[in-house]
């Protein structure tokens, strides 16, 4: 495996038992543009490490999983003539992944969308790769449990809402689970409600969606894909960061009827309460079935397949 010099696969790579080579590498930032003017510098280094990976290891196929990370190890394999197979996460593909599509003998994509925004001469919709445990399950409806999270660094204006309407969420559920991130963890100690449940991180998000009834969360697609594996309905606040990805991967969602949306910019306590007040037994019903609909719990294995494919010719 291909990773980031500093980045946090160093640590969880090797802990999964696989070997890491690391190149220094750095994408375009598009929020601060002023912290490109070493990219110049950067991205020959880059490209030569990738040529002595792929020359080294001799590979059959090399797959990009999306980001500025795979490109030394594609654009060397491109180079070099070996088949490449791109995964893209989001509904708008990334800078890289529409770089290099072009001459991908695939791409893998992840939500209904992606297919219309890319030119590749083989799209594939095969779900992101999970872990084990994300089970389906018929969600209760009215729901009960609700599991609110937004993601491992957390979201600071979802927590800031959730904690000024803990009071109206506390009278709506049984229980509230909310998944602060490691920036929520003073958060989470302060507040307190006896049907409210905060926690700074976890690891086992498995569990906790195997006991909610509805999820409120950000755009991410790793939480998408988790969500959908299991067939919960979704609130989405998409973030506004990385020029707005999440927001189409929102609408795609909402699109496909199984979450409602709240921009950011919309969001308050009052339009919070309003949303989950307005979903009906009925309408969440309709919005678990199209969630379990999106699911790809054999995500992994359909994108073995694909590289098996292109590895024999």
Same mark, same amino acid.
């Given at each position: ?13 090797? /802990? ?9 590498? &750095?994408?375009?930032? &598009? ?85 219309? !925004?890319? !030119? ?15 089970? %389906? ?20 204006? *979802?927590?800031?809402?959730?904690? =000024? ?24 100690? &302060?507040?307190?409600? %006896? ?12 569990? *906790?969606? $195997?006991?909610?009834? *509805?999820?409120?969360? !950000? ?5 998408? /894909? ?6 919960? %309905? ?9 020029? $707005? ?23 308050? %306590? ?17 919005? /678990?079935?199209?969630? /379990? ?6 995500? =992994? ?13």
């Amino acid at each position: 495996m291909v990773g980031r010099a500093g980045g946090p696969e160093e640590r969880l790579v090797p /802990a999964a038992g696989f070997e890491l080579a690391t190149v220094n590498v &750095r994408g375009l930032d &598009r929020d601060a543009v002023w912290k490109n003017v070493a990219l110049p510098a950067v991205i020959p280094l880059a490209l030569r490490a990738g040529l002595r990976i792929v020359d080294a290891f001799r590979p059959d196929v090399v797959l990009g999983v999306g980001g500025y990370v795979m490109a030394p190890a594609i654009a060397a394999a491109r180079l070099r003539g070996i088949p490449y197979v791109l995964h893209e996460k989001d509904v708008r593909p990334g800078l890289a992944t529409r770089m290099f599509a072009g001459a991908a003998a695939a791409v893998c994509t992840t939500l209904p969308g992606t297919e219309k !925004r890319i !030119r590749a001469k083989r799209v594939v919709l095969t779900g992101v790769p999970l872990r084990e445990g994300f089970e %389906p399950r018929t969600p209760a409806a009215p729901a009960r449990h609700l599991l609110i999270t937004g993601g491992s660094q957390g979201a600071r204006h *979802l927590n800031q809402t959730v904690w =000024a309407a803990l009071d109206a969420l506390g009278q709506r559920f049984d229980e509230i689970v909310h998944v602060a991130g490691r920036q929520g963890t003073d958060g989470v100690a &302060r507040h307190s409600h %006896p049907h409210y449940r905060g926690l700074a991180f976890v690891d086992d998000m498995q569990s *906790l969606m $195997g006991t909610a009834d *509805l999820v409120v969360s !950000r755009a991410g697609v790793g939480t998408i /894909a988790e969500v959908t594996a299991v067939g919960l %309905p979704m609130v989405l606040i998409p973030g506004t960061f990385g020029g $707005g990805h999440q927001e189409e991967n929102a609408a795609a969602m909402v699109e496909a009827g199984a979450a409602v949306s709240i921009p950011d910019g919309k969001l308050t %306590p009052e339009s919070l309460v309003a949303t989950l007040d307005g979903l009906t037994p009925e309408r969440l019903r309709t919005m /678990a079935k199209a969630s /379990a609909g999106l699911g790809r719990r054999d995500a =992994a294995q359909r994108v073995l397949g694909v590289l098996r494919e292109v590895a024999r010719g």
